[in-house]
Structures are given as structure tokens and as C-alpha cells.
């Protein structure tokens, strides 16, 4: 690239600054003292940079090795600016060339370019003399010619603006000529120019003024005392023209540096040297130089990073003003005295959980002010961290994660870096990093069980609580907050909203309904838990609901028909012995369990004494032989109890006729007209005499056959009517269990006396499962299930079953007396 040229104007005359661009790297030239906020350069254009994206790759300007941050990057112009005042002696003392080493940091990706800026001298500093006044003594013998070395004037600035020429006041003894030295530096010499005459003149006083080559130009002056002595014809000589010495860093206050020394010929006064330091230095704050002894010893902290060597000018001089003058060098040596220095230069704070391993997220900056071994640096981090640092540019690190990160488990990292260097022994420091995992949804809620169960009593108040469900979401605020709802289905062909409603909040499960165990005993829902997430994520469970009965329902009686309904008698043989089976009550209860243990119990009867009832089987018996004295009409009043808490019950009449004669029948009607009950009517009288010539035969059969087998008195017949369990109500006891009669005593037929039409049903026998008497039913409900089928759905058909099942009970009752009394 070209070199570009271009004028600043600040307080100075037209100062030029050179921009050069090698390898990425560009350099300046400004003057020294510049004011702050003063434009050095535009660096975006000068390195071809897009200054619109400055501020996106985080632009700036690294000190580097410097405590002051001089220099500054405006991140819309991209111009580079002075932040600080640049001094050129603070900064590099005597050197001929002042370069400020500065670096130019960009992120996204990673760049690095060096800026070398150029610090040019001004004069802004005047000569100064060490002494304020110079005192000679010169032997009045002294020969015209003779040469007096004057001191030399310090200026802090170098080249042109440091010390260029002197001036000596007219006088008529001495002339001035100046001299350069191998360094450059320029030094005066008094050259006698006229015989000195002690006893005309013992002292001369003349001014001596030393000019800078700046422009302005700049000058001091001192003032020198000449006194005339007599003869001294020696100067002190030095043992060495350049003394070198080598002194560590950091070297304790008094230490010895070395010793110089001279020596005079002359005797007396004239023969005693005094050392001292030449000129007016900052060398001078540093060491100390003892005139007598020529030690040279440390005065103040030696800092190899401040100042690597010293260069002074010593003198001798002996009593009488003959001097002489060496060069002292000290070399200072570097020790490992500054640790490594950490800077956190980018972060990006907090990272997400879910960044790919090896993804950048902070940039490291080590900065050790020692020189070689001493500032080679090492940098590490502890193992239990899921980062690494990976070297990048020079001394910067890349801080990139190995794996992969769960905010669930570790929310924070404190990731200490340490770096040490190379030095004897080796220093290192520490830094503490802080960085935070950011949270994204990716855990959905987990319920705390598997399902959930919940058991509700029917008839409960709608609103109850039912239970409550509860999921877990490990994610953070709104990505862990858990909704709660139902999801869409049916119940009995009902939406299940209609059932039931839960708390989106809570998860606390209501019931929206009152629940009917006759109806449905259990059913299932799904409840979804569902974050805030996004996109959100959400889990199911399945909520069982069991509903358990009350009592709620009272016994519900088949046989005989309730009072009101129909008029049933039973016709008892006057030879029926104690013990004999009369008749039974059949009774059901739609609810289950307990609820539907039933029991029988006689509350009102003709004759107390003469009949007793199954506390559990409902059946009628004889509890002794029936007498001649016992009333033809027999009426009993039969309560049917539950086993719920508090028990229901019905009652039931049963009308018993003692008889073994049809000739009695009319009676009958005497009984119907006692109870207020529907009379017999001529059609039903003609269809009882049809249906018993039809079965005269077979019943006759039948008898004959139970009579030759069995030698006791017989009520019924062995093919008597049973009640088939598909006839009875859903939810009703199992007949064939407690409410059946055993075949020994099975009876056929029975006959209504209310009835207007007379039906007829054919049934098998019952069986052998009837329950004795002391025994309490124990089928459960779901021992029905496979009886009674579908019939849950259709309660017309129940109704039907038990209105059926009543009259053709009813019209074998009276077929059977019919019978007997044939």
C-alpha cells in the first residue's frame, strides 16, 4: 500500500504524518502533546475495514504493556483518536525513536492488527544546567590556548530540539567553542584567549547560554564564577574511560553498583579529586554518587520494565578546578517480578443450554510485562468444566465448550483461569469467570405417579373435589409452569366435560355432576399437563375414577306384587306337617354390596305362631301342623330390609287359604271383597278350566311319579316355576342364589285373584344353589354381569321381566289351588 500524507494542525506549525499498511499492520507519525480527542488517522479506511460494522465486531483499542490507554477507535467515523496526553520523554526517555505499540481488537471473527504510532519530538522543554552557578579556578600560570570544559546542558527532548549551540558573554579572557560528542550531544569548552593576571583581576564572572535547535527556540543559562589561583598543572585522570556495570531489577535501596575511580598527580589541594554525575538527569534521582569514594549504589526502585539501561557522565575534579570526565553504563537485568496478567475481553453471558460443543463464548487476553522466559505464558482451567481454552492470536484465548450443557443440572459455572509463566521461579494468577446457562423447554412435565386413582361416593354435590394431580416441570419460570386440562373424550356418550372439570392452576379435580352407581360404576379420563413453553411441551396420565355405592335404593319386591297392585293368594293343604314350604318373597335391590343384603321379617300375622319366614331366603314355612282349630284365611304382613346404613325396607301382604277342597273356592271371594281387591270375572274362570283339561293328563302323570318316589307329603310339584335371572332388573340380586326355592319344595303354578287376564309361563326347575336359611348372600355384582347382559340399556325390558314374572306367578297360584281341589 502507498504511503498517505497529511497535515495536523495543533497549536504547531504543519506537522506530517505517514500511514503505512504491511501485513495487516499500519503506522503513524504524530507529533508529541497532542490534544485529547485529536484525530490521528482514519484506521477503517487505512486497513480497509467496513466502519458500519465496527461497532457489531466490537471494535477497540488494546494498551497492550502500557498502564494508560492513549488511544481510542470512534466506532462511527472509524477514526483513530487521541484519549490521553502522549509525552514523548515520559514515555521513552533519551531513545532517538519513540514508537507507541497499540492493537486494534476485533471480534466475530477474531482480528488483530498492530498500529506502530510514531511519537515525533516538539520542543517543549528548555536546556537546563545541573549546577546554578559553574565555579572554575584557574591558575593564574595557565596558558593562553588552555582549554576549560564547561558542563554540558540537559534538554529532555531529542534531535533538533535538544541542546544545538552556546553562547558566552563578551569578555576579554575566554572565547567559547563548541564540541559534539560521539552521542551528539553538544558540550562547551572555554578556550583562554588572554593571560590571566591574579593580581589585576582574582574573578571573573560570565554568563553562559546554551540554545536548543527548536523553533521557537528555547534556552538556560548559568552563571560562572572564574577564580584566578596560582599554579595547578595536573587534572584528575580516570582508571577507565567507559565504566559498564550489570544490576538486577528490584535491587534494594544502598546496593553497590560499582566504583570509580581517579587519580591527580599534583599534590596538596591540588591533588584531591571529588566525583560527581556530569549533567542534570533522572539517572541522578536513581542513583546516588559518593564524591569522596567514587560509589555508585541504588537510590530508588530499579524497574527492568521502566528503563532497561543508564548511561551517565561522571566527573573528577580536583581542589583547585582541573576535571576530568568518563562514561558509566548500567545494564539492569530482568527478574520474574510481574505475574501474569488476565483480561476478560468478551463474554457472552448467559449461554444457552443447548449450544453445540465447541462454540465460542468468550475471548481471553494474557499480558506479562517481563521480557523472554519470563513472559511466556501457560493458561488452563479446572477439569470439572465443561470448557476449554484453545489458543488463538499471540496472547489471546478462546474460552469454547466441550459438551453439553443441561441448565437442570448446573445452572452456573464459576470457570477459574489461571494462567503462569516461564519464569524461576514461575508466578501465575488467577480469574474467576462467571457464566450463567440460559434456559430453553426441553423437559415437558412428568407426573409425579404413573395414574391416579379417585373414589367418589354417588350422590356426591357437584363441585366436590375428586382428587389431584401434580407434574413436574424442570425447566425455569415460564418454560416450568404446568397448565393443567382435560383432554377431549366421552363417557357413557356424554363429553367428559360434563363429568368432570380440573383446576389449570392446581390440577385439583372437581366433579361438574352428581354421580349414580346404578348407572356406571368407574370410568377413565386423561388429564394433559402442559408447559408455557416454546413450543410447549406436555405429557398425559389416566385418572381412574371409581364410584361407590350408598344406599340409596330400597328393596324392590317381585313376589308377591306390592299392595295395591294385585290380590295373591297361596292355597295351603290342611295336611301340610311343620316345616312345610308355603310359599316365598322374592325380593331385589338395585344397589350393590352390603346395601343389597336383604333379610325377611314377618311384622303382622294371622296367627303368629303358625308361619315363619327365612331371615335371608324369604321363604314361608310352617312352623308347626296344621290343626282343625286354625282359621281358613290367613293374612301375613312381610317386611323386606337392606343391610345399608341407614336400612330401607318395603312390606308386602301375603293371603294364605287353608284348604284342600275347591268347594272352599268361593270363599275366596269373600277375601277379595275383605281386601277391597278386583274380583274373578267369567272369562278368567273359562280359561282356567281350558288350560286344565289341556294339562290334566300330564299334571296327573307328574303327580304319580313324585309319589311313588317320595312317601311324605307333597305340596308342589318337582317341575315347578323358577324366575330366569334374564327377566329380573339390572343391578338385582342373583334369584338363583338366596331367592329361589329348593326342587324338594318347588311349587307350579299360582293364580291371581285381581287379575282381569290370566298369563301362563313354562320355566325349568330350580336348582340346588338356594341359600339355607342362617346363611348371608355373598355374590358380588360383578357375579351378574354375564346374566344380565345388555338389559342395562333397556330399562322398559326390566320392567316388562317383572310385570311378566308377577301375573304368571299369580295364575299358577290359582292353578294349583284349582288343581287341589280337583
Known amino acids: 500500500m502507498g504511503c498517505g500524507t497529511f497535515a495536523l494542525l495543533c497549536g504547531h506549525p504543519f506537522i506530517f504524518l505517514a500511514l503505512h499498511l504491511v501485513n495487516g499492520d499500519v503506522s503513524y507519525s504524530i507529533p508529541e502533546e497532542m490534544k485529547r480527542g485529536s484525530v490521528i488517522g482514519n484506521i477503517a479506511n487505512d486497513l480497509g475495514l467496513d466502519f458500519g460494522r465496527l461497532s457489531a465486531r466490537k471494535a477497540r483499542i488494546d494498551a497492550g504493556n502500557y498502564n494508560v490507554k492513549y488511544c481510542g477507535v470512534n466506532l462511527n467515523t472509524g477514526d483513530l483518536i487521541i484519549q490521553e496526553r502522549i509525552d514523548r520523554e515520559g514515555l521513552c526517555g533519551k531513545k532517538a525513536s519513540c514508537v507507541l505499540i497499540q492493537e486494534l481488537v476485533l471480534e466475530n471473527p477474531l482480528e488483530l492488527h498492530r498500529i506502530s504510532i510514531r511519537v515525533q519530538d516538539i520542543n517543549d522543554n528548555s536546556p537546563q544546567f545541573k549546577e546554578e552557578s559553574l565555579k572554575f579556578e584557574i591558575q593564574e600560570s595557565a596558558d593562553k590556548g588552555s582549554r576549560f570544559l564547561l558542563d554540558e546542558a540537559h534538554d529532555g527532548d531529542i534531535g533538533e530540539n535538544t541542546v544545538q549551540d552556546y553562547s558566552l558573554q563578551q569578555n576579554e579572557y575566554f572565547k567559547l567553542n563548541v564540541n559534539s560528542k560521539g552521542s551528539g550531544r553538544k558540550y562547551g569548552e572555554m578556550i583562554l584567549e588572554k593571560e590571566l593576571d591574579r593580581e589585576d583581576k582574582n574573578e571573573i564572572v560570565l554568563l553562559l547560554t546554551a540554545f536548543d535547535g527548536g ?35 528490584n535491587s534494594p535501596v544502598d546496593t553497590l553498583v560499582t566504583i570509580v575511580s581517579a587519580s591527580d598527580a ?29 560509589e555508585v549504589k541504588v537510590a530508588a526502585d530499579i524497574d527492568y520494565e521502566k528503563e532497561t539501561f543508564y548511561e551517565m557522565q561522571i566527573s573528577a575534579k580536583d581542589g583547585l578546578g582541573l576535571a ?63 470448557f476449554k481454552l484453545v489458543p488463538s492470536i499471540k496472547n489471546y484465548y478462546s474460552l469454547v465448550t466441550t459438551g453439553q450443557l443441561d441448565r437442570e443440572l448446573v445452572s452456573e459455572y464459576n470457570i477459574t483461569i489461571t494462567a503462569t509463566d516461564e519464569g524461576s521461579p514461575p508466578l501465575s494468577s488467577s480469574k474467576t469467570v462467571e457464566l450463567f446457562v440460559a434456559d430453553i423447554n426441553d423437559n415437558p412435565p412428568v407426573f409425579e405417579e404413573q395414574s391416579y386413582s379417585a373414589y367418589v361416593s354417588e350422590n356426591n354435590k357437584p363441585g366436590s373435589t375428586l382428587c389431584s394431580v401434580t407434574a413436574r416441570d424442570p425447566d425455569w419460570r415460564q418454560n416450568g409452569t404446568v397448565i393443567y386440562s382435560l383432554l377431549t373424550g366421552e363417557v357413557n356418550g356424554a363429553p367428559v366435560s360434563s363429568y368432570l372439570s380440573v383446576n389449570g392452576d392446581t390440577g385439583v379435580i372437581h366433579a361438574v355432576r352428581s354421580f349414580d352407581y346404578e348407572q356406571f360404576r368407574s370410568f377413565k379420563v386423561h388429564v394433559m399437563a402442559r408447559d408455557n413453553g416454546s413450543p410447549p411441551l406436555s405429557s398425559n396420565v389416566t385418572v381412574s375414577v371409581f364410584i361407590s355405592d350408598v344406599n340409596d335404593n330400597s328393596p324392590q319386591i317381585l313376589y308377591p306384587a306390592p299392595e295395591g297392585n294385585s290380590f295373591m293368594t297361596e292355597l295351603v293343604p290342611k295336611a301340610a306337617h311343620g316345616g312345610s314350604l308355603v310359599s316365598k318373597v322374592i325380593a331385589v335391590d338395585a344397589d350393590s354390596g352390603q346395601n343389597a343384603w336383604l333379610s325377611y321379617h314377618i311384622v303382622k300375622s294371622t296367627d303368629p305362631g303358625l308361619f315363619t319366614i327365612g331371615l335371608h331366603s324369604g321363604e314361608i314355612r310352617t312352623q308347626r301342623d296344621i290343626s282343625e282349630s286354625d282359621s281358613m284365611k290367613q293374612n301375613l304382613i312381610v317386611s323386606v330390609k337392606d343391610n345399608g346404613q341407614p336400612s330401607l325396607s318395603a312390606t308386602c ?45 300330564f299334571i296327573i302323570i307328574i303327580l304319580g311319579v313324585r309319589f311313588c318316589h317320595r312317601r311324605k307329603p307333597r305340596l308342589l310339584f318337582d317341575g315347578a316355576v323358577a324366575i330366569p335371572s334374564a327377566y329380573l332388573p339390572p343391578n338385582y340380586a342373583d334369584v338363583d342364589g338366596t331367592g329361589t326355592l329348593r326342587s324338594a319344595y318347588n311349587y307350579d303354578a299360582y293364580l291371581t285373584t285381581g287379575s282381569r287376564t290370566s298369563d301362563f309361563k313354562f320355566v325349568t326347575s330350580y336348582n340346588d344353589n338356594t341359600l339355607p336359611a342362617d346363611q348371608t348372600l355373598r355374590k358380588s355384582p360383578s357375579d351378574f354381569a354375564d346374566v344380565f347382559g345388555d338389559c342395562d340399556s333397556s330399562p322398559e325390558v326390566s320392567q316388562f321381566s317383572v310385570a311378566f314374572i308377577t301375573a304368571s306367578h299369580s295364575i299358577q297360584l290359582k292353578l294349583n289351588t284349582y288343581y287341589r281341589c280337583l
Request: proline content about 5%; charged content about 20%; hydrophobic content about 35%.
Open 653 to 697: 301382604s301375603m293371603y294364605l287359604l287353608i284348604s284342600d277342597n275347591l268347594a272352599e273356592v268361593p270363599e275366596l271371594k269373600d277375601i277379595s271383597y275383605d281386601e277391597k281387591n278386583s274380583k274373578l270375572t267369567s272369562y278368567l274362570i273359562i280359561a282356567l278350566v281350558s288350560v286344565s283339561t289341556f294339562f290334566l293328563t
Open 215 to 249: 523553533s521557537p527556540r528555547r534556552s538556560g543559562s548559568v552563571v560562572i564564577h572564574v577564580t584566578v589561583l596560582d599554579n595547578n598543572d595536573n587534572a584528575p585522570v580516570f582508571s577507565q574511560t567507559v565504566y559498564k556495570a550489570s544490576l538486577t531489577e
Open 324 to 386: 576530568s570526565y568518563a562514561t558509566l553504563i548500567i545494564e539492569v537485568t530482568d527478574i520474574n517480578d510481574n505475574a501474569p496478567v488476565i483480561q476478560l475481553n468478551s463474554l457472552s453471558n448467559p449461554v444457552p443450554e443447548n449450544v453445540s460443543p465447541g462454540t465460542e463464548v468468550g475471548i481471553i487476553n494474557v499480558q506479562d510485562r517481563d521480557s523472554e522466559n519470563n513472559r511466556r505464558v501457560r493458561c488452563s482451567i479446572q477439569q470439572n468444566v465443561p
Open 266 to 294: 599534583d599534590e596538596g589541594v591540588n591533588g584531591e579529586v571529588t566525583y560527581g554525575f556530569d549533567h542534570v538527569s533522572d539517572e541522578n534521582q536513581i542513583f546516588t554518587l559518593n564524591p569522596k569514594t567514587g
